[in-house]
């Protein structure tokens, strides 16, 4: 593998990648001296065999033989230390620079908005935060241990047999540049049925997470035996492709033992011929024997590091681009009211989803004065959703305006932005944690006293009660309902000064849906609310109504009004339901 190969491929943005998996300069020192005594080491012991033979041929005593033996001990032992000290050494590296590059990543993935989000899939992101990055953690250990050790390793050996015959020098090098370029060759061979073969495993794992998440309604649907025919079709093309994958790889290993064997006897030929020529000992020809088997290894070791270089480069240039993605939600300075609740107003909005063309709302323009509410009504795909995901600004409009408390939300920074306005979807989501974090989302609690109150609030009272650690409890099995109030909590606990309910559309008990309705009045109670309504119910409660119909507002007007004009939507709408006006 050439500098130059490693040049054209890194880009100067996965070059700050790496930056972030540079260690400190006490660890790079350690590091160093390691992986010299891992090369230095092994290089002198045919020093000792050589030194060995010729004073054994010379007659030397038992006792002169034997420290020689002990000697030669000494320097495996210690060149067997060396090695586990560097690769102790580079694995620490790897880990703390892995920690720091996947917590990076979080971090900056977690920042994008959710137009990059809806590009790409957690399963994508997971692939993007772990696996490259160990990936590349991974290659950055092995380039240490196995490129940079066995690179110095085989220029050792070569100068070393140079110093000793110029000719045999000369020989060994032209067989190591023989080597390297045939086993080069013969890995890009390797590399595509290798490739394939990874695509054949990744389709069949896709394939089950797919089939199993959907399990339920395939079973309900009668499809288990298609899925199964199907997972067998993927199944066999998997083996075809590890077949010959493996078949290329055993020609491969077969024809790099026999290239090496060719190589070894040339090199003993060449010293034999030295030998009785008399220009060597027969202590040096055991030498020149020794440094020839040696080469084998590094060799190996650099042409498996060519095919971790493609896995840990294409990782890096994904990373890379990762980091390269920027928020296209430009932050504002400003911040929105501390306290108090806050007026919304739209003003002929338009929008449409990044890299689509449809557009989803257009010319919504509406008024809600602090402490109101607004009930939002209208079929599915109206864009009812995207009209509340603006007020959180987690998209831009197109055209128009967002304002809350006055101020465009493009104006207004995210941490405000965060706090004053709440949002309780109908998709709760609830995390593998203890109760308390997940009412804080992990953030510094506001005391028991209080998460106990704002549950007891929410209607959660007897539940926490019930809980065998209390506020400690790990969330494993939470119904439906009492997710929803624990979002409920959640919003209560920020204390917004504007709420954006998407309210829950499934069926739920009547006792619950009592308690959820008394959590939404309490929320709602000195807030300014929008309400994306499911239940003609909820929208008792509401000052105004907006009627939504393919992204326009086809009905606006206070609750009261639109309830008793005969001929509204809104009125109709109460009369199919069969709710009193
Ligand atoms: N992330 C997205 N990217 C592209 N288009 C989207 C996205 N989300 C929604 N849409 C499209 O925008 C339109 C409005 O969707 P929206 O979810 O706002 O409607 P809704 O009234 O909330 O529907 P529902 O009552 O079913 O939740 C639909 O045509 C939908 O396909």
Redesign the pocket.
Known sequence: MSSRSFDQGISPHSTSVLRLLRPGPRQSAALVAAIAATTALPLAAPQITRRFVDDAIGGASIRHLTLIAVAYLALAVAGQAARLVAAWLAGRLAWDGTNRLRERLARHALGLD?AFH?RHTPGEMIERVDGDVVAVADFVVAFLMDVVASALLLAGVVVIVFGVDWRIGCALLAYCLLIGWGMARAQRLAVPAAARSRAASARLFGMLEERLAGAEDLRANGAGEHTVRRFHQVSAALYRAEVRDARIGTTLLAGTSVAFAAGTAIMLGLAAWALRSGTLTVGTAVLIFQYTLMVRTPFERLIDQIRQYQAALAGLTRIADLLAERPTLPEGTRSLPATGPLGLRLEGVGFA?PG?D?Q?LSGVTLTLAPGETLGLV??????????ARLALRLYDPTEGAVRVGGLDLREAGQASLRTRIGVVTQDVQLFAASLRDNLTLFRPSPGDGRLREVLHGVGLGDWLAGLPDGLDTELRAVSAGEAQLIAFARAFLADPGLVVLDEASSRLDPATERRIEQSIDRLLAGRTGVI?AHRLSSLSRVDKIAV?DH?KIVEYGRRADLAADPGSRFGRLLDLAGVSR
Not at 378 to 387: A, F, N
């Open positions: 959710l809806g989803y689509d449809e989803v209208g079929r599915t795909g109206s864009g009812k959703t995207t009209l994306i939504l992204g």
